[in-house]
Each structure stands twice: as C-alpha cells, then as structure tokens.
C-alpha cells in the first residue's frame, strides 16, 4: 500500500490549494478515504472524509464550508481542495485509507498560510 500526497505549500490567507493523494497497492475503490492534519504541538485530526463511492463521511467543524473531499476512483486518487483559507489551517496534511485513523497513512504534505 502506498499514499502519495501532492499539492501543499505556502499560500496566503484567502487563498486556496488543491491537495492531492495518489494510491496504490490496493484497490482504491473499495476502500474510504480521508485527510487529516496535525499542527505543530497539536494531535492529529481528521479533516474530511469520503467513501468508495464519493459519498462524504464528514468533516471537521472548522473546514465545513470552505474545504471539499473529492475522489476520482479511475484515477486511484482522492483530492482536499481548500478555500478560503486560514492561518490556523497551517499544518502538516497526511491523505489515509479509511475514516477511522487506524489504516494506511502517507508521508505528509506541508501547508502553511502566512502572509
């Protein structure tokens, strides 16, 4: 199993960015997705979650609104596009398999709001 994710950065607030997290090793369209993050000193938390099928799970009270889970099973892919964003949204991104933070992780991506 491998999760690969794409797309952080450092971006300004207001602005947006488009993770992406490309799987492999199982079959993606089985399985639910999910995005995480962990900010410095903080535990991680979920983010959004999807399952197989596209329909969402849930997301975190702080993102509703301005983030969107998405997945495109032809593509072994699942995607966070964030809008609107906050500082307090900077944090190291991780893409998961399933909804329940206890399956398959991948190495992290950086998103970091500053202006």
């Known amino acids: 199993v491998q999760l690969v994710e794409s797309g952080g950065g450092l971006v300004q607030p207001g602005g947006s960015l488009r993770l992406s997290c490309a799987a492999s090793?199982?079959?993606?369209?089985?399985?639910?997705m999910s995005w995480y993050r962990q900010a410095p000193g903080k535990e991680r938390e979920l983010v959004a979650a999807i399952n197989s099928v596209g329909g969402i799970i849930n997301y975190a009270d702080s993102v509703k609104g301005r983030f969107t889970i998405s997945r495109d099973n032809a593509k072994n892919t699942v995607y966070l596009q964030m809008n609107s964003l906050k500082p307090e949204d900077t944090a190291v991104y991780y893409c998961?398999?399933?909804?329940?933070?206890?399956?398959?992780w991948g190495q992290g991506t950086q998103v970091t709001v500053s202006s």
């Open positions: 998961s398999r399933g909804h329940l933070g206890n399956d398959y």
């Open positions: 090793g199982f079959t993606f369209s089985s399985y639910a």
